[in-house]
């Protein structure tokens, strides 16, 4: 009796201890679809020299670039255009830009080939030679060629200037509201 009882109890464990389990090396990921509704700003440029860009933003409408800390980024020197992507923290969105590119003292000649505004991707990118329709250069710190894109710092009391794009408000504005409400 005891046998026959030992045989059923191992019948038993053998089916139902035997399931058709995978491996987790087998398992598929299932990753969530993450919506990105930050608001980005993409500089298409050629910087020679490594360095530091900052976007300033506001969202009161205002040029009052004061208000808020800008978003810095390290840029590597490099002969190549390269983008710059900035990232504003999720719900900001921004009534005006300001471009600075740069504080290396030692800095060529800068390349601003297009800006792009993304958001909740939808994009708006604006490039030579319409630039200038949007931005216009720190006169007393830079000079802007809108037909090639050349931001050159201008040289004042033996030092480089840190040269910055300001928007044209009445025309910059518009152009990132459109863009929100597509």
């Not at 058709?20 to 020299?49: H, M, Y």
């Not at 923290?89 to 030692?106: A, M, S, Y």
């Not at 200038?132 to 720190?138: I, P, T, W």
Request: overall charge negative.
């Amino acid at each position: 009796m005891k046998t026959k009882f030992i045989a059923i109890l191992l019948f038993i464990t053998t089916i139902f201890g035997c399931k058709d389990e995978k491996s987790v090396d087998n398992l598929e990921i299932v990753k969530p679809d993450v919506i990105d509704n930050s608001f980005k700003v993409t500089l298409d440029v050629i910087v020679k020299e490594n360095d530091d860009f900052s976007l300033f933003y506001t969202e009161d409408g205002s040029t009052d670039f004061t208000k808020i800390e800008p978003i810095w980024i390290s840029v590597k020197g490099s002969e190549s255009s390269q983008k710059v992507i900035y990232s504003l923290p999720e719900d900001v969105i921004p009534t005006q830009l300001r471009l600075d590119f740069g504080i290396n003292k030692n800095q060529k000649d800068i390349v601003l080939n297009s800006v792009s505004m993304n958001y909740k991707g939808k994009t708006k990118t604006i490039g030579c030679p319409n630039l200038v329709s949007f931005f216009r250069a720190d006169d007393s710190k830079c000079t802007f060629d809108h037909v090639t894109g050349k931001i050159v710092a201008k040289i004042v009391d033996g030092k480089r200037q840190y040269p910055s794009l300001y928007p044209h408000e009445t025309v910059l504005q518009p152009e990132i509201e459109k863009l929100i409400k597509q």
